[in-house]
């Protein structure tokens, strides 16, 4: 039982129309269509690298950045899972993005602590308490402005792809928009699964 | 004219030594002792420059410093960070957070006057 008439009944005069008529008499002025423009992205966002994957994150997403700390892993757990580190007593859970992804995980080994270099892998944590999550990366984030919308999301990992909404461009370099919480979740239902 | 310089820091004795040091070089110190209180602090007092800890309860340095740093009202104030974190990461990090300066505790006079003449 609905007071909203239907599209088909004669409404009487000067009575709203429902959101969907009205959405569906909207017809665009003669030669305008829907063009995707280069937008440029003024905040400073950070840009960081796992394997051939560059990801980007809010300037508020990422907490701090260390070198590669000891890991201690969790047993039966995912390979994706590396395992969790004492951030100042907090215990972190540290996810290896390019495992998850199904990428070549080859890397230069370092040794956990030793002297931290931009090709080094690194732990970048998100968030701030129960909330807080590590993953591995390649060298130090970088801080980024002057991004523009680059429009295609295309050769995106399958389990990554739900979880970039954009592709932003800097130089030559393309950067997807990382939605971490997301993608933290889905991993954590596929791994309880 | 003296610098005013906001001071902000968890510890009652780094607050004390660093307010000590900041006052003896000719400033005029305010404190606060965790990154909310500096953030409301920096907005009110305005101060010249902002000498901040990073290890801090309620909110850290880095999150005080990138709200500081984005915030019209006070993104042109300098920070300084004056911390424990002596690795190099962290001092990349804290510079990528929108950090003018890095001190490692301890901090001793020279340190902090240093700092104090280089953000102007």
């Known amino acids: 039982m609905s007071n909203i008439p239907s599209a088909a009944e004669p409404r009487p005069a000067g009575e709203w129309l429902s959101p969907t008529e009205a959405l569906g008499r909207f017809e665009p002025p003669q030669g305008a269509g829907l063009v995707v423009a280069e937008e440029a992205v003024e905040r400073v966002r950070y840009g960081f690298k796992v394997g051939s994957l560059s990801l980007l994150v809010g300037p508020q997403a990422g907490s701090e950045v260390g070198p590669l700390a000891p890991i201690a892993g969790i047993p039966n757990s995912p390979s994706w899972l590396l395992g969790m580190i004492n951030l100042r007593g907090n215990l972190v859970p540290v996810f290896d993005l390019a495992r998850a992804c199904g990428l070549d995980a080859s890397r230069a080994s370092a040794e956990p602590g030793g002297e931290e270099s931009a090709a080094k892998p690194m732990i970048l944590v998100f968030d701030k308490g129960e909330k807080a999550a590590g993953v591995l990366i390649d060298g130090f984030p970088r801080a980024l402005t002057g991004l523009r919308r680059a429009g295609q999301l295309t050769g995106l990992p399958e389990p990554l792809a739900r979880h970039v909404p954009a592709a932003l461009a800097a130089a030559d370099e393309v950067w997807f928009e990382f939605d971490h919480e997301s993608f933290f979740g889905a991993l954590l239902d596929s791994g309880a699964g | ?120």
């Open chain 2, 1 to 120: 004219m003296s610098k005013k310089a906001l001071v902000v820091d968890d510890s009652p004795t780094d607050l004390a030594n660093m307010k000590t040091i900041l006052t003896d070089a000719g400033c005029l110190v305010i404190t606060a002792t965790n990154g909310r209180e500096a953030v409301a602090k920096a907005k009110a007092e305005k101060p010249q420059v902002i000498f901040l800890d990073i290890i801090m309860p309620d909110m850290d340095g880095y999150e005080a410093c990138r709200l500081l740093s984005e915030d019209p009202a006070t993104k042109g104030i300098p920070v300084v960070f004056v911390t424990s974190k002596g690795q190099k990461a962290d001092q990349v990090w804290g510079q990528m957070q929108g950090a003018k300066g890095y001190v490692v505790k301890p901090v001793t006079p020279e340190k902090l006057v240093d700092q104090l003449k280089a953000v102007g």
